[in-house]
């Protein structure tokens, strides 16, 4: 892992997606493949914006939901990059400070 | 375990090459679509709106027109109708979606599923002129309340379409079992069951958002049903009226 720069994740834009009841459906246009997320999911996609790395995200989820730090970064991660895999979600432009 | 589940479902229907192989057009309908829309001045070298190519033939569709060439048959345009329709259908808050339509009682009982699911099995077992359609049903929500159309698509019960409509009733998805139970479903199940049968063709992002929010709101507003059956008319005394 790159200690020195975060990535930052956002969703690829070219997505639709909407949250139904606590969870929540993407759907990729380009390949006409349906995605779905549950409560915690949608929670941290809800916060993939652009300005988040993984370990941030994990944070969150940790701060809400009855989960260790430990298992909240694993599964952030683990979500991350099989979201990465199916391009549901992309490496945010490095903004520079 | 983690606590995080992603879970990756099946294709939309929309773009398989499967419901390209079309039912019967029916010819009268076609050309009513046609005149009606092809009441405006011709958009020369414009581009269009919306268009999409199948086995060389081609659909064009401008704001007051709709072209279609290179087309040798009638199943090639039965197919761009359809990818027409599903396209027109979403500035009319409408969808197209695999499933048999029976009206009941003045309602209209909405039956999906994948092919060999029962739609055709289910248009048989119905009382005659009560089929709107075995194959392609056509929801729209008309002033706040969600209709079924008849379409000129057809599967194998080939009957001939009406141009009629009634309130949906409920969607119910078609599982054949050894008996006859029916089981409400939560809306985002209703959504699952819906989107996987929603004829669909665009690529484009912004369609998409637009057909999720109607899909949404159908899911939400439609009961849903998950409907066991065996393979005669009792079903029908377990639906819900």
Known sequence: MNTSAPVFWQKNPALAWREIDDETVIISPQDSVM?????????????????????????????????????????????????SSRKLVVNAPETGE | MG?????????????D??????????????????????????????????GYEFEGAVLRAFSNQICFDGIRNQYALDSLLRIFLSWKLLGHHGFLLHAATVIRNKKAYIFTGRSGAGKSTVASLAPEGSVLTDEISLLRREDGIWRAYGTPFWGEFRAAGSNTSAPVAGIFRLL?????????LRPMATLRTILPNVLFFSAEAEANRQLLEILNQAAKEIAGYNLSFRKDGAFWEVLPE
């Open chain 1, 35 to 83: 995605h779905e997320l549950n409560d915690t999911g949608s929670f941290l996609w809800k916060n993939i914006d652009g300005r988040k790395s993984a370990a941030e995200l994990a944070e969150l989820l940790a701060a809400n939901y009855e989960v260790t730090p430990d298992a909240a970064l694993s599964d952030t991660q683990a979500l991350l990059e099989e979201m």
């Open chain 2, 17 to 50: 090459v499967e419901d390209l192989i079309p039912g019967i057009a029916l010819v009268s309908s076609v050309f009513l679509v046609i005149q009606f829309l092809n009441d405006g001045a011709t958009a020369e070298g414009a581009l269009p709106d919306f």
């Open chain 2, 176 to 184: 054949q079992a050894a008996e006859n139970r029916v089981e409400s």
């Open chain 2, 3 to 15: 606590v995080v589940v992603f879970s990756t479902r099946e294709h939309i229907r929309g773009a």
